[in-house]
């Protein structure tokens, strides 16, 4: 049998109840509705980290971000280094093999050249490199002498390129789609398109707001940004039926991390009600390593292999990924530690799956162990720090984290604290940095 073709779809800070298959009251998603009715949706599905970077190191590698080195948001000032030459991508991987690898849309792990897209296996990439540009002139305006000097960062295959004035999200899906269509059957690919939406800046195309008259600007602007991924979703699957691979095509969407409360997403102030996005009934955003911030919706699609309108419950996380797909494809294992583990035993055997799942970020930890999970220094975004430094959740009984069961279970909470800082304390402190 042919080996599987591979579509990696990973959006933006969007929150876990941004869609209409989990649970958004007016956010219109059909075609994201549809792959999770003809697919797999996870609902206790991770990301490796609350911010961009670190999520899509491990997403690419299957390692944890404090092994990687990238543990930060990178900076997108030109020439800045990233994700190390020493680590393998799931497109390396994949390209050694035999497979066509394309990425269209947001990198986020180095600026310069031998960080780029192109030096990590992909062979056809176009999109930017910083962390967010201007949806239309495809500007970077941070971190340039604090926006005075700031860089256009669209680029093909390190050439820069222009397209002023085209909506990047449909760009994207033009590029991604137009990629598909080019590729010879005989030989398998992989596409990985890295959407930067729904992150700021809040652009969209008036078709999408007027699809949403009845609402306030704040959430008819979000609306309408994930409306335009839900259908660059929906033509990127018509042009697998299209050409014939939609059965062999291994298709996995998620996003890189909780919503944001940044300034620019229209911030209201208080802890559970802002505009930038939704993360339900979790706690926490973008930046915390409570669940608001690290768990996302997460879709998996192979129809020559599984059956649709399956939930799967058991946690998973990013790192997953990696060796799931290598599985999938028939390909052995890497000579380096990856530390995901393939779901498709999971998937298939039911059998179970992470013991532990541990989280790092700035001075925050986090484990999750069965229904425990444990945070310690958590915040709740950027900014604002949670009430308890030490916070244990029952997440079967208290899955939005609001009840501190540390002193009533004072035995579990040192266990986990010990396995976490001895989990930590293992990993090299080799940041990348600017």
């Not at 028939?330 to 992470?354: A, M, N, R, T, Y």
């Not at 162990?369 to 720090?385: A, H, I, P, Q």
């Not at 009984?397 to 293992?426: C, F, I």
């Amino acid at each position: 049998m042919k080996r599987p073709n591979i579509i990696i779809i990973y959006c933006d800070d969007l929150g876990y109840s941004d869609l209409g298959c989990y649970g958004s009251s007016f956010i219109k998603t059909p075609y994201l509705d549809q792959l999770a009715e003809e697919g797999i949706r996870f609902t206790n599905w991770y990301s490796n980290s609350p911010v961009c970077s670190p999520s899509r190191a491990s997403l690419l590698t299957g390692r944890y971000p404090a092994r990687i080195g990238v543990e930060k948001i990178l900076g997108g000032k030109r020439g800045t280094i990233g994700l190390p030459a020493r680590e393998k991508t799931i497109a390396s991987m994949l390209k050694e093999q035999g497979y066509r690898t394309g990425l269209f849309g947001k990198w986020h792990l180095g600026v310069h050249q031998d960080h780029s897209p192109n030096a990590h296996g992909f062979e056809e990439s176009f999109g930017f490199l910083a962390g967010c540009v201007d949806y239309y002139s495809h500007i970077f305006y941070w971190e340039q002498g604090n926006g005075v000097n700031p860089v256009h960062d669209l680029w093909h295959n390190g050439q820069e390129v222009w397209s002023n004035g085209e909506y990047l999200t449909e760009l994207i899906t033009d590029k991604a789609t137009a990629f598909i269509v080019e590729q010879n059957k005989d030989q398998p690919f992989l596409v990985y398109v890295p959407y930067n939406a729904p992150h700021y800046p809040m652009h969209a195309p008036q078709e999408y707001i007027d699809r949403y008259p009845d609402l306030p600007a704040d959430k008819q602007i979000m609306a309408a940004m994930i409306s335009a991924v839900d259908d660059g979703v929906g033509r990127i699957v018509e042009t697998l039926k299209q050409t014939g691979q939609y059965e062999n095509t291994v298709i996995f969407f998620s996003s890189d991390n909780g919503p944001s409360t940044e300034s620019r997403n229209y911030l209201d102030g208080t802890e559970d009600l802002y505009h930038g996005g939704s993360a339900g009934i979790f706690r926490g955003h973008k930046g915390s390593l409570f669940e608001g911030g690290i768990r996302e919706p997460a879709l998996m699609s192979f129809p020559a292999r599984w059956s649709g309108g399956r939930e799967v419950k058991e946690p998973c996380v990013m790192m997953d990924v990696v060796p799931t797909l290598l599985e999938l494809a028939g390909i052995d294992h890497p000579d380096h530690h990856l530390d995901g583990k393939s779901i498709v035993p999971l998937l298939e055997h039911e059998q179970g799956h992470h013991d532990r799942i541990y989280w790092s970020y700035e001075n925050q930890l986090a484990v999750r162990e069965g229904k425990w999970k444990l945070v310690l220094n958590g915040k709740l975004d950027f900014s604002r720090t949670a009430a308890d430094t030490v916070h244990l959740s029952d997440l079967e009984a208290d899955p939005g984290e609001r009840v501190n069961e540390s002193e009533q279970y004072a035995q579990k909470t040192a266990e986990l604290k010990e396995a976490v800082l001895n989990w930590y304390s293992g990993f090299s402190r080799g940041t990348v940095h600017e």
